[in-house]
Each structure stands twice: as structure tokens, then as C-alpha cells.
């Protein structure tokens, strides 16, 4: 390949819903050094990936529906469910953790197979499916807990979201760092196998994929049920960062579709790669820093978040708009009237 194609290759990559976040990024990482050069200290920047850790996983599995075409609403509620049961039944018991967070995460799993089921079965939106998620198990957090949590999580439990290792010269390198590569690394492989290449097929054109033998009902399913396990994961780690408290797991719904999609995830599925929907909750976590840093009221996240999801779907509906409409030949048609290279084309 030529140096001249390389770096058209590049430039289309990165003018992509892909690779814009790339920049956005590194434009953000610039304005916080300017403000903060302490911050991109090994100390600093491991405390920030701890924290960013639970929204990076929470992408991931948000990821995986918004590219098979679906939403999932009830994450949030489900990260905050996760957390007050684990407390519940812990107690500050050390023998009880790795049963509950088993049990958390049969929990999920189960959830999510709720969700996908009754979406693919029952045909019912997805949005409406998980908005009703979301409904069920924030009452259900409230009536565990009477509006106040209760129960205590035990050290054991918190080793994850909240310790790490020592390295010398580094310093402590958080558990959640390495959770995060290796949730990172085992979507990739999935996305690359056949498995993931049916979840973008079935995004991009349920029919189609139908057609070709796909048991759609399934891997939209499967999506579901991942993205119900990478809440329960992210779950773990913010009870170990940030402990048990009454607001644990809110709006981390609309985050993390703000991250997804900042990505490059074309909302309605089909398109995008689960490492930039990553990077895309890592810029959206380093934008919270920012604000954080300049003393920006935060009352502006949710804004935003708003402008974010608002660009996107607009971005989305122009290219669905553009991929889906017929490119007609300019030859002039035959003297009866037909046309002899009418070709309907669709980009991929």
C-alpha cells in the first residue's frame, strides 16, 4: 500500500464517528495538562482510571446492544441493585463475598435474559422493555432498604474496586486497571469472532441476517445478557470505590450511552468498534475532570450528555438516511421508458 493511501486511510479514520473521539480525547488530555500538569502524575492518572473503571466495563456491555440495534435502560438501576443486595447479604461477613458476588452475578445474567426475552419474544421495545427494568428494580432497591441502605460490604468485597498491587516506581496500580484490560481484550476477541460479526450483521439489517440462517431472537438476547454481567462487574467496583450510599448507580444509564455513542456506535446498530466506545467513556469521565478542574457547576453534565446524545443521533439518522437511498445511473433511459442500469446500491 502506498504512503499516499496510508495516510488517506487515516484521515477517513479519523474524520470517522470512530476516530473523532480519538481527538476529542486528546484535545480534552491537553486542556486538563494545561490546567494541571500534576494530573498525568502515575499516582493521579491510576486514581482516575479507578474511578473511570466501572463506566469503561458499563460502555462495553452497552456496546454490545446499541450495535445489535437496541437499548439498554436499566443498567443504572441494576449497578445500584447489585451494590445494596451485596451489603444486604455480607453484612461485613468476609466468608460471604465470593457466594454474593456469584450469586450478583447470576443475577445479572438473569436480568438481562429478562430484557433480551421479552424484547425478541414479545416483541416489545427495547427502550420500553428496560425502561420497565429500570422502574421494577429501582422500587425494588427502595423497598429493600426503606430509602436508606442498610448492611455493610465486607473489605474483601472492596479489594477490587478499591486496592491493588505495588509496583516500584509506579506505585499502587489498581485492580479495576487490570479488570478493565481484561474485560477490554475479551470484547475484542468476542467482536472478532462469529459471534460478534452476526451481532453488527443483525444491527445492520435484521432481515437480511434472518435470511441468511441468524437466529436473531439469540444474539440479541446474548447482548442483553452481557450487558446485564458488565453491570454486575462495574457494579463490584463501585461498591469497592466508592462504598454503599443512597445514590449508587444513577443516571450511569444515560452515561454510558453518552460514552457509547461519542464513540462512534451508531445509535440503531450496525456500526462501530467496542474499543472506541471505551475511549469514549474514558473522554467522557476526563470531561467530568475538566469540569471538575475549571469549577463548572455540575449541573452542566447532564447537558453535556444531552448535546452528545443529540449530535449522535443526528449523525445517525444521516447516515442511515445516505446508506439506504438509491443511487440511480445517469444514462438516459431507452426509448421505452425503462431505465437498463437501474441498480439500487447500499453501502456497507
Not at 149 to 172: A, C, H, M, Q, Y
Not at 216 to 244: E, H, K, M
Not at 255 to 271: D, F, H, P
Request: hydrophobic share 55%; no cysteine; aromatic share 8%.
Amino acid at each position: 500500500m502506498s504512503t499516499g493511501r496510508k495516510f488517506a486511510d487515516a484521515g477517513r479514520f479519523l474524520i470517522s464517528g470512530s476516530g473523532t473521539v480519538y481527538l476529542v480525547l486528546i484535545a480534552i488530555f491537553a486542556v486538563i495538562f494545561v490546567n494541571n500538569a500534576g494530573f498525568f502524575e502515575a499516582g493521579n492518572l491510576l486514581l482516575f482510571v479507578k474511578k473511570a473503571a466501572p463506566l469503561l466495563i458499563l460502555a462495553v456491555g452497552q456496546y454490545f446492544v446499541i450495535v445489535a440495534g437496541e437499548f439498554d435502560l436499566s443498567v443504572g438501576s441494576l449497578v445500584g441493585a447489585q451494590v445494596v443486595l451485596a451489603a444486604l447479604l455480607i453484612d461485613g461477613e468476609e466468608a460471604r463475598t465470593w457466594p454474593v458476588i456469584l450469586l450478583m452475578l447470576a443475577i445479572g445474567a438473569g436480568v438481562g435474559l429478562v430484557n433480551g426475552l421479552i424484547t425478541t419474544l414479545l416483541k416489545v421495545p427495547s427502550i420500553i422493555t428496560t425502561l420497565g427494568m429500570m422502574l421494577v428494580l429501582f422500587g425494588a432497591i427502595r423497598l429493600l432498604t426503606g430509602g436508606a441502605p442498610t448492611g455493610k460490604l465486607s473489605d474483601g468485597f472492596r479489594v477490587l474496586g478499591n486496592k491493588g498491587i505495588i509496583i516500584e516506581s509506579v506505585g499502587v496500580v489498581p485492580w479495576a486497571l487490570f479488570i478493565v484490560i481484561a474485560v477490554g481484550v475479551g470484547a475484542v476477541f468476542l467482536m472478532r469472532s462469529s459471534f460478534g460479526r452476526t451481532l453488527v450483521a443483525v444491527g445492520d439489517n435484521e432481515k437480511a441476517a434472518g435470511f441468511a440462517g441468524t437466529r436473531v431472537w439469540w444474539v440479541r438476547t446474548a447482548a442483553f445478557v452481557l450487558s446485564g454481567l458488565s453491570a454486575t462487574v462495574a457494579g463490584i467496583l463501585v461498591g469497592g470505590y466508592a462504598g454503599l450510599t443512597s445514590q449508587v448507580g444513577d443516571g450511569m444509564e444515560f452515561v454510558a450511552i453518552t460514552a457509547v455513542v461519542l464513540g462512534g456506535v451508531v445509535l440503531g446498530g450496525g456500526r462501530g468498534a467496542v474499543l472506541a466506545a471505551m475511549a469514549g467513556a474514558l473522554t467522557v469521565e476526563s470531561l467530568f475532570t475538566l469540569f471538575t478542574q475549571l469549577e463548572v457547576s455540575s449541573t452542566l453534565r447532564p447537558t453535556a450528555q444531552g448535546l452528545i446524545i443529540i449530535a449522535a443521533v443526528a449523525y445517525a439518522s444521516r447516515e442511515r438516511s445516505r446508506r439506504h437511498t438509491p443511487h440511480l445511473s445517469t444514462k438516459p433511459a431507452e426509448p421505452n421508458g425503462h431505465h437498463p442500469d437501474r441498480v439500487l446500491k447500499e453501502s456497507r
